[in-house]
């Protein structure tokens, strides 16, 4: 039994150090000394109006924010909703310089009719669907909540810079209780709540993740760790 305890102490400790534990979230190391990071806190208000919690991100309902970059396009972002005392984290790594415009959130849920062709089109009655809220997958819809006034932010070169903290108001129309093919879809109504541009409370937070990937950002991150 100590010895079992010792290996696994041991293994613990050669993740964290590798760089390979879960605590964290995946990051591609910088391509460039001149390649930049963006991170973002979303959530979502409490039934009760109290605070807020995280949103749920699944292959049949999740969230993901809406950036635009320097040439318009939009710009993928990870998720990571294992953070403890905040709520989701929502990055994107290895950006050029340049002017970055964060117009609001994307809501996307499936159509169970239309995932259900899809199965057909590939021959494939097994099909198990993904979060995916940046592919145009035929089964997905989405759902876009603008915020009032965009946000932008000139990013430099190099560094690493939030866009802010934000929340949203939503329900379903049924979530897993319901039946109907658009049984995820967030009800007319749906609002961002919360809106605190620039807030740099989650670049500070992500400051002391120091795993092998996260290390070489956070040493160009120049906001102060909490």
Known sequence: MKRITLL????IYFGLSAGYAQLFPQVDRPTGDD??????QFGREKADGSGYEIVLNNNATGWAPVVKGPDGEIIPF?????????????????????????????????????????????????????YEPFANNSY?????????????????????????????????????FGSTDDRWKAKDGVKIVLAEPLDEYI?????????RSWRPWNERNPSSAL
Do not use: C
């Open 35 to 40: 390649m930049s990071l963006l991170v973002l």
């Open 140 to 176: 997905h819809i989405k759902q876009l909540v603008e915020l009032d006034e965009p946000v932008k932010i000139n990013l430099e070169a190099g560094t690493v810079k939030s866009l802010g903290n934000y929340a949203v108001k939503f329900e379903w129309i049924a979530g897993g």
């Open 203 to 211: 670049a500070r937070y992500i400051k002391t993740w120091r795993t």
């Open 8 to 11: 696994l102490v041991a293994s």
């Open 78 to 130: 990870r998720k990571y909703d294992s953070a403890a005392d905040v709520n989701n984290i929502f990055y994107s790594e290895n950006l050029t310089a340049g002017e970055y415009t964060l117009v609001g959130f994307y809501h996307v849920y499936v159509d169970y009719g239309k995932l259900e062709e899809y199965k057909k089109e590939i021959n494939n009655p097994n099909f198990i669907m993904s």
